[in-house]
């Protein structure tokens, strides 16, 4: 059970890609936004504007994993988007306690694949081989 007194470590995660559990050693870009409306009645007697909220919007999520053999998962996924008819799936993200339970889930709403970043290969380098994907969405709920 988590701790109510201390903040929850970021690197204990899920990551369920549709129904397909990744082990993901990042993701980034959880950001939800609302746009920003200026109004102004013509019979307003003051000379400024009403900011009012408008539509919701999320930026694109990125999600990095270590390269293993026959993991085909992302590329299965990205290579079923056809012209104008992506494969669309929910893609829920959980904040692990110490029992493995999540304690905070966001799930990105009718997420797609927008791209696929391969590997960094250096002859001389010792790093893992990490692979990323872009995915957008239609909107993240939380939890």
């Known amino acids: 059970m988590a701790d109510n007194n201390y903040p929850l470590p970021g690197f204990h995660f899920s990551v369920d890609l549709g129904g397909v559990i990744m082990n993901c050693s990042e993701v980034s870009g959880l950001d939800m ?60 993200i959980s904040l692990l306690d110490e029992e493995h339970t999540p304690v905070m889930t ?12 391969g590997p960094s290969l250096k002859s001389d380098g010792n790093d893992v081989a990490i692979e990323s994907m872009t995915i957008v969405h239609e909107g993240i709920t939380i939890e």
């Open 33 to 92: 936004e609302l746009e920003e409306i200026s109004y102004r009645d013509g019979a307003e007697q003051t000379f400024g504007t009403q900011k009012m909220s408008g539509l919701r919007k999320g930026s694109d999520v990125e999600i990095k994993k270590g390269v293993f053999a026959d993991d085909k998962d992302y590329y299965e996924w990205f290579n079923e988007v056809a012209m104008n008819t992506p494969v669309r799936k929910d893609v829920t």
């Open 106 to 117: 966001w799930k990105l709403i009718n997420a797609w694949p927008k791209k696929i970043s």
